[in-house]
Each structure stands twice: as structure tokens, then as C-alpha cells.
């Protein structure tokens, strides 16, 4: 705000976003052109801009600013980032209802402002108020609206005439000084500016000025530091005590009037301890006697404080009075007893911890071992603590010593593993948790180990197996791919010369015949589309399988699938419909292996609906994807089945296998050619619901 009052006279569109300021004016003054360029800022910076103002009174004439505003507004009126409010004058008598009703209304502009991708929201309030109304008015009206949250940058201009403050209100309004502006000599200032040292002067018994002293006084009494004046009498009468002595229970007159001794605070089990220490500091003659001990307030609770005293001697060498302080320091007392009790409980753990612990500085030397550290290293403690954390590392983690001692400083602490090297050289991995702390001052790590041989064994048997077994599938996928063409060639002979006899060309057929060679050529095909799908898993799996890609039209694919599914859902009273979102949508991709995923699906659907259902195939094209859906009014599948569909060999129920029949490795292969195009697939679905199996694939994919 400062930077922005001192560059007053340059364009308002230097106000920077989120500032909330308070202009007042006086009469005659321009304040459209304030109120103008502030809005016209929001314009620039693509802010939402709104000004709230009081309407006219019914048979009164608009004044001057309210004219000046129509023309603004006018201006403005067709701008899609301006709205004008006008407010009830009834509701500027009700501060608390006003700031309500503008807290909705701005939370309602919020709203408007994300959803039409604003960058901020600039509000302009017009307040008038009876004198003496305004400051309460306008500082509930800053606390509701600033102190309400907002996702985008929210700038607020409050404007209020200058009469409608007392005098004493314009002082209050130096509080906030930084945020106010007024116009001095035809330029609008921040108060922070006119408050310069030529100003300062006539504002010395300000009611600002004259509160800091009643503050300062306020802190005075409430200041711990009690100061005091005693002379050597028994009990120690007080002459002088400072009145925070009621800090307490007691009044300074209570023990000025000798009611109450200063012997008398003591706590009794402290009394002894006292005089020995102040006789021993008598004895040595020094002047200053420094003693912590405790204390009884009134109502018997006890309290530590620090005396520091001057002791006066008279010419024989004798105390005669002490002038000091004593200071509470219960709070102190209590957190060092805490921390002794933190420290105990520290070292307890450090020492009887199952797991090795070190504590090193950041440059490895070693503070603490317990001994389960000297167990598993095999030195004794006193050999340990002569060394640098990095002679018990293996030599490329005493390489890596610096950078894990960064990152731990980084994050404040970390996990990694570690090869530590046992006294005989035997290496042994670690799996340390590494924290940040302060000893004696200082920056140092702790760490916590735990030997994870046994569980590095269990994952090399694991990886090794993971490997043979990997190794394995890639050579029965090779073996299947391999055989694609030993497996088709006799299946192909024997659908073929199945079908001639079924076409009568080799002569005819009795009826018992025909029956037995069409189950022939059906075996036979069934065969041949398991082996197809099974030797394109393989291939997939065996990195064999190349897509190739091309640029077609998508409608050409869906009429391809729907001119040999059609007659499938004819024979089960099915409807078959589509709905596709542009007849021109191109895209690259395997149109081959596109159409025999879409065939899948679609045939799935046909297959497990119920006569009568239907089938709807739909289109979208969201962005640079296509995406795919094939609904259904089928028998639906159960949410703990949905997971394994994808899996090859996988039904949902052996009791549908046998009425529906299939293989289960069509979808298995169509999620893995929508993986080959870089798509995704998935499917929605309840039981009795019917199912929804969808996919997506890149319009124009990266081809590598």
C-alpha cells in the first residue's frame, strides 16, 4: 500500500491485486475518477467487476456522484466483467443485516467469477452513514469481506464521505492509516503520507498517542520483573514494591505496611537454602546477590523466581537494605524439568532400543552408539566414539555420504538403505531411518537401523523367480507365435473341405450326413477363432504383434461391425442402434484390430442380453481421444467379478458358461490392443442393469 499511495498520481491500474483500501472524501471532490479507474483496472486484468451503491430515494433528486456513476454505468452497461448493485438505503441502518446481504451477494460473484474464468473479483462499496455511525459501519464491513475466503485474488474500495465521521473517528482512522486515502492538494494520498514528520507535530496528544501510553503503562503492570526495596529487619520489611507485585495475590500496600514480610513469600522448604546463600555472598563481600528459589502467592500456589539484589553495607561492613527484582520464571522451570524428563526418557530409549542407534554431526563424527550399535559392529563403545560414521560404511556409501546427509537436512528426515561394514570387514545391509535434531546446539543426525539381510535374501529368491518365470512365458509365447502357421494350416483344410461338402459341389449329402460335416465346419471354426486369439496373445506378449496404423474414417468401422452383428441381434429380437457424434471423425490408428475389438464387444453384448433388450453403440469425441462405449440391457455382472474379466480364460459364472458358452479371451485381447494403441478400457456395471463396456484410443498417437 505504501508503494501504491506514492504512486497516487499515476494510473489506479498500478494497484497491485487483494489490496483492500478506504477512500474519504469531502465534497465537491472527483471521486468518479478514482472509482473509475479503479474498475477500469479490474477490466485490464480480466477481473470481475462490481460496484455496490445506495439507490435513490423515491421524489429525491440524484445528487452529483450518483449522476456521475449513471454515465459510468451507461458506459459499461453491455460489458460482460461489470454488474451494478443498487442497496436499499433502509439497509444501511443495520450494519450487521447490510454486511450479511453483501457477504452473499460477493459469494455469489465468486462463484460466477471462477466459472467464467476470471482472474480476480474487484469490488467497489459506497457507504453513507449518519455522523458518528460511519467508523463502526465501515470497520464491520472491512472485517466480514476481507476475512472471507476466496479462491481468486479479491480487491475491495470502500468510499465514504468525510462527514459522516467525528472528529475523534478520523483520528481512529490512523490506525489504519497504511489502507486509508484522501485528497491533499488535488491528489488522493495515503493517510501514511500526510502523517510525515511536518504533520506529526500537531497530532502530539493525539488520542492515538495518549492510547500507547496507557498500553505502555498496561504492560508495565503486567510485566513479571517485579522490583522491590527491602531493609535487613527480621522477616525482611519492604519499603518499596512495584504494584505488578499483584501478580501474586498481594497489594504493594500489603507489604509496604509490613502486613505481609518478604520472609513470608518464601517457600518454606526454600528458606533455609536462601540465607545460607545470602550469608556465603555477605561472607565474601560482594555487593550483588543472585538466588532462584520459590515463592506462596496468596492462595498458597507456588511459583519460581529469580532475585537479582544490590546490597547496601553501612561502614561496618553490615547489610543494611537490598534493591532488586525478582523475576517469574515458573514457565522456564517447568519446561527445563520437562525437558530433564524428555532427556531421561531419550536416553532410555537410545539404550535399550533392539535396533543399532547412532547420533553423528553432519560431518559423520560420532556423538552416541548404543550398545546394540557396538554388538552388531563388534567395537567396543570407547573405539566407536573415536570414529567417523563413514569407516563403518561400504565404500560406496561413504561415497554417498554427503548427498544423504543433504537430503536429510532437506526433508527433515529420510529412509534409505545402507551396506554397513562389520569390524572384520563383513558386509551387512541396513535399512536406516535418518532424523534431523539439535545437540548441544548444533545441527547432528539420528539414526535408527535394522538389519535387513534376511529380508534382501527373500527378495533375490523372489526377483529370481519372477525372472525364471517371466523367462518361461516369453518362450511359450515365442513357441505359440512361432506355430501360428503348423496350427491354421490343417484347421483351415478341414473348414474347407467341410464347407465344400456342405455346398454340395462333391456330390449330395443324406440328411444325417450334412448334420455331422455341419458340426464339422462349426467345431472347426470355434477352433480356429480360440487358436487366432490365443496366437495373438502370444504375440502381444512375446513383443511380436505390430499395429498398422493408418487414416480412416471411424463411421466406416462401425458400419463394418454392424452389418456382420446385425443379423445376430435380428434372431434375438434385439435393437441394434447407434449414435455417433460427427460423421467425419478421422482417425489413425490399426483399423483391423480396432474393428475386431469393437466386433468383441458388441458380440458380447448381443449374446448375453435377453430377447427383446437392446444394444447401444456410442461415439464421443472428447478433445485429441475417441472414445467408445457399447451399452447394453443384459444380465449385468456382479462389482466382485468386474476385476477379473480382463484376465484371459476368465467367465463370470460356470453357470453362464455353460448357457452362453465362449472362451473368455476375447476381452483379455481387447484390452490388450487398446494398451498396444495407448488407450484405456473399462466397464460399468450391476447385475439385473445391464453393462456399459467402453474404450478409448489417441486420435492421432506418437508413433515411434
Known amino acids: ?141 472491512r472485517k466480514s469481506i476481507i476475512s472471507a475466503t476466496s479462491d481468486i485474488e479479491l480487491t475491495t474500495l470502500f468510499t465514504c464521505p468525510l462527514e459522516s465521521f467525528s472528529s475523534s473517528d478520523v483520528f481512529e482512522l490512523m490506525d489504519d492509516r497504511e489502507n486509508t486515502i484522501m485528497k491533499k492538494n488535488g491528489m488522493w494520498i495515503s493517510l501514511i503520507d500526510l502523517l510525515s514528520s511536518k504533520y506529526r507535530k500537531h497530532l502530539r496528544f493525539s488520542p492515538e498517542l495518549m492510547k500507547k501510553e496507557k498500553e505502555l503503562k498496561s504492560i508495565y503492570r503486567n510485566s513479571p520483573v517485579v522490583a522491590f526495596l527491602r531493609n535487613s529487619g527480621n522477616g525482611f520489611p519492604v519499603e518499596f514494591v512495584s504494584e505488578n507485585i499483584s501478580q501474586f495475590g498481594y497489594s504493594a500496600e500489603d507489604l509496604m505496611s509490613h502486613k505481609v514480610l518478604y520472609e513470608d513469600l518464601i517457600h518454606p522448604w526454600d528458606i533455609d537454602d536462601y ?90 563424527n560420532i556423538f552416541e552408539a548404543n550398545s546394540r550399535a557396538c554388538e552388531c559392529l563388534d567395537y567396543s563403545r570407547e573405539v566407536l566414539l573415536q570414529k567417523n560414521i563413514k569407516e563403518t560404511y561400504s565404500l560406496e556409501c561413504a561415497a554417498n555420504f554427503s548427498k544423504r546427509v543433504e537430503e536429510v537436512c532437506r526433508m527433515g528426515n529420510c529412509i534409505f538403505e545402507m551396506v554397513i561394514l562389520r569390524k572384520d570387514g563383513f558386509e551387512i545391509p541396513w535399512e536406516m531411518s535418518a532424523q534431523l535434531m ?66 454340395s459341389e462333391a456330390g449330395p449329402l443324406a440328411d444325417r450326413q450334412m448334420k455331422y460335416v455341419s458340426n464339422i465346419s462349426k467345431s472347426g471354426k470355434h477352433l480356429l477363432t480360440l487358436i487366432n486369439d490365443i496366437l495373438d496373445l502370444s504375440k502381444i506378449e512375446a513383443g511380436k504383434m505390430e499395429l498398422q496404423h493408418e487414416k480412416f474414417l471411424f463411421r466406416d468401422v462401425l458400419n463394418d461391425v454392424e452389418a456382420v452383428v446385425s443379423p445376430l441381434a435380428e434372431n434375438k429380437n434385439l435393437c441394434l442402434s447407434t449414435s455417433i457424434g460427427a460423421d467425419d471423425i478421422c482417425i489413425n490408428a490399426d483399423r483391423l484390430k480396432l474393428t475386431q475389438v469393437l466386433f468383441n464387444l458388441v458380440s458380447n453384448a448381443i449374446k448375453f442380453t435377453p430377447e427383446g433388450g437392446s444394444v447401444m453403440i456410442r461415439t464421443e469425441n472428447n478433445a485429441d481421444t475417441l472414445v467408445i462405449k457399447v451399452e447394453d ?47 484405456e478400457i473399462w466397464v460399468e456395471s450391476e447385475p439385473g442393469s445391464g453393462s456399459v463396456f467402453g474404450f478409448s484410443v489417441p486420435l492421432s498417437p506418437e508413433i515411434s
Open 633 to 679: 440391457t443384459g444380465i449385468g455382472i456382479p462389482e466382485s467379478a468386474q476385476c477379473d474379466l480382463f484376465k484371459p480364460f476368465t467367465q463370470v459364472e460356470s453357470s453362464s458358461n455353460r448357457q452362453f458358452g465362449g472362451t473368455g479371451l476375447g476381452l483379455s485381447l481387447a484390452k490388450k490392443l487398446i494398451k498396444l494403441h495407448g488407450g
Open 275 to 364: 540465607f545460607m546463600g545470602l550469608s556465603e555472598c555477605i561472607k565474601k563481600g560482594s555487593t550483588e546477590f543472585t538466588k532462584e528459589y520459590r515463592i506462596l502467592d496468596r492462595e498458597a500456589n507456588t511459583h519460581w523466581v529469580s532475585e537479582t539484589s544490590l546490597i547496601e553495607m553501612n561502614r561496618s561492613g553490615k547489610p543494611t537494605r537490598f534493591q532488586g527484582i525478582i523475576v517469574d520464571i515458573t514457565e522456564r522451570k517447568l519446561a527445563e524439568e520437562a525437558l530433564k524428563r524428555s532427556e531421561h526418557k531419550f536416553k532410555a530409549l537410545f539404550d535399550n532400543s533392539n535396533d543399532p542407534v547412532f547420533l553423528y554431526d553432519l560431518d559423520g
Open 438 to 503: 539439535e545437540y548441544d546446539g548444533k545441527p547432528a543426525i539420528l539414526s535408527i537401523s535394522r538389519d535387513i539381510s534376511e529380508h534382501k535374501n527373500i527378495e533375490q529368491v523372489l526377483l529370481d523367480a519372477k525372472n525364471e518365470a517371466e523367462a518361461a512365458n516369453i518362450l511359450k509365447s515365442e513357441f505359440l507365435a512361432n506355430m501360428s502357421h503348423e496350427l491354421r494350416t490343417p484347421l483351415n483344410s478341414i473348414i474347407g473341405f467341410s464347407d465344400i461338402l456342405l455346398d
Open 1 to 141: 500500500m505504501q508503494e501504491y499511495s506514492q504512486k497516487m498520481n499515476l494510473p489506479i491500474s498500478d494497484v497491485p491485486h487483494g489490496e483492500n483500501i478506504t477512500l474519504v472524501y469531502r465534497n465537491g471532490d472527483k471521486v468518479i475518477n478514482f472509482v473509475s479507474s479503479f474498475l477500469r483496472s479490474g477490466f485490464k486484468h480480466n477481473d470481475l467487476c462490481v460496484w455496490i451503491t445506495p439507490g435513490v430515494k423515491n421524489n429525491e433528486d440524484p445528487d452529483a456522484f450518483f449522476k456521475e456513476k449513471t454515465i459510468f454505468v451507461n458506459e459499461k452497461s453491455f460489458s460482460s466483467n461489470f454488474d451494478l448493485v443498487l442497496v436499499d438505503l433502509e439497509l444501511l441502518s443495520d450494519a450487521e443485516a447490510f454486511c450479511k446481504a453483501i457477504l452473499e451477494f460477493i459469494e455469489k460473484k465468486h462463484k460466477s467469477a471462477i466459472k467464467c474464468g476470471f482472474n480476480g473479483l474487484r469490488v467497489n462499496i459506497d457507504l453513507i452513514s449518519d455522523e458518528g455511525q460511519m467508523l463502526p459501519f465501515l470497520r464491520q464491513c
